[in-house]
């Protein structure tokens, strides 16, 4: 799944788009407010749903290779979010769905259900 396939359907604003930004090809999801969950990861192609909104957050993706952040429940970031991601490249989205609706959409779209 590219990252516009989800863009409209989940409502979606753009915070900061990434290098290769519609090249990027997502197939795995992990939905996640506790970072230590995320470091055990191990999978590629994947994209980080979260309300965490968090400098933490950009850091952890770095470290696992998650290109995509999906911050979720209409959660304001913090500027020092915001300028991380740009600083490390990392692709920032913002929806107002709560998480549980966006995972499912995404199963949807992602043909998982």
């Not at 409209?8 to 753009?14: G, H, I, S, W």
């Not at 400098?55 to 915001?82: C, F, W, Y």
């Amino acid at each position: 799944m590219k990252i516009a396939d989800f863009i409209e359907p989940l409502n979606c604003k753009v915070i900061h788009q990434g290098r290769n930004f519609e090249e990027i090809e997502i197939r795995h999801v992990v939905a996640s407010d506790l970072m230590s969950d995320v470091l055990v990861v191990d999978k590629d192609q994947l994209m980080l749903v979260t309300s965490l909104p968090s400098d933490q957050v950009i850091r952890t993706a770095d470290i696992v290779g998650i290109h995509v952040i999906l911050v979720v429940n209409h959660k304001t970031l913090p500027e020092s979010m915001i300028s991380l991601a740009k600083e490390m490249d990392i692709t920032l989205i913002q929806s107002p769905l709560p998480k549980f609706e966006t995972c499912v959409k995404l199963g949807r779209l992602m043909n998982l259900s």
